[in-house]
């Protein structure tokens, strides 16, 4: 009786494993990117201000005939924020700056799992997901200005790896036969603290920095392989 289980379950996977679809999605969109502050003892939250950049890259979708999704990409995500009105940070600063802008361009691998609202093959469909996401901080700059002059720098900052997480929402309509449009509106923000938590300029003495995004990314969903029917259509 239990290898009769057995044999009836591995003919259902194998069965349903054959009703998938595959898709590559390269898409690129715009951010806005900032930071939550922990441990805020100079009251940063309120000199700082969003920024916007540049996401795009190349995802790998894999579709269930059952409408699960599993995503992950290879992306370059631009992050930072802003920090005005300086003069009660004199205290922190080296040196009285009125404007400082500071941009970390991460490489980034996100790994999300979703449901898709709307039957696979429709005109369209919507997909809410969730995932994780690990990203490698590749270069960082600071732009600021000093005495009414701009000056650009590129500094090191300690911690170059990045941990979040993911949700986001995928719009898609069907185009022809192997090609859908694809929208998205998604949400980041890392557990991992940005900073090493040095007294420093860069640090921003101390204080716990997390990086925020939104971020809306357009593209093409290209379907690279057939579905099959399965046993549950």
């Known amino acids: ?37 922990g441990n805020d003892n100079y009251d940063l939250k309120s000199h700082s201000m969003m920024k916007g950049g540049f996401v795009g890259g190349v995802r790998y979708q894999h579709q269930f005939k059952k409408p699960y999704i599993i ?57 809410p997901k969730i995932g994780v996401q690990f990203g490698y901080l590749a270069s960082s700059k ?7 002059v701009s000056h650009k720098e590129e500094f090191d900052t300690e911690n170059k790896f990045d941990f979040a997480e993911v949700c986001e929402v995928e719009f898609s309509w069907v185009w022809g036969r192997r090609v859908r449009s694809f929208l998205s509106v998604a949400q980041r923000y890392s557990f991992t603290n940005l900073n090493s938590g040095d007294e420093d300029l860069i640090d921003m003495g101390g204080v716990k920095m997390h990086n925020i995004q939104f971020s809306v990314n357009v593209g093409l969903r290209i379907k690279v392989n057939k579905m099959k029917k399965s046993i549950f259509d």
């Open 142 to 148: 600071m732009k600021y200005v000093y005495n009414g």
């Open 71 to 127: 995503e992950t990409a290879l992306t370059y995500n631009e992050s930072g924020y802003i920090l005005n009105n300086l003069e009660e940070l004199e205290s922190l600063l080296e040196y009285p700056l009125d404007k400082i802008n500071f941009k970390f361009n991460y490489v980034s691998v996100p790994l999300m799992f979703g449901y898709r609202f709307g039957r696979v093959d429709r005109k369209f469909s919507v997909a």
């Open 1 to 37: 009786m239990k290898r009769l289980v057995i044999i009836l379950l591995l003919a259902i996977t194998v069965a349903d494993v054959k009703a998938q679809e595959d898709f590559v999605i390269p898409a690129l969109g715009g951010n806005f990117s900032g930071m939550v502050f």
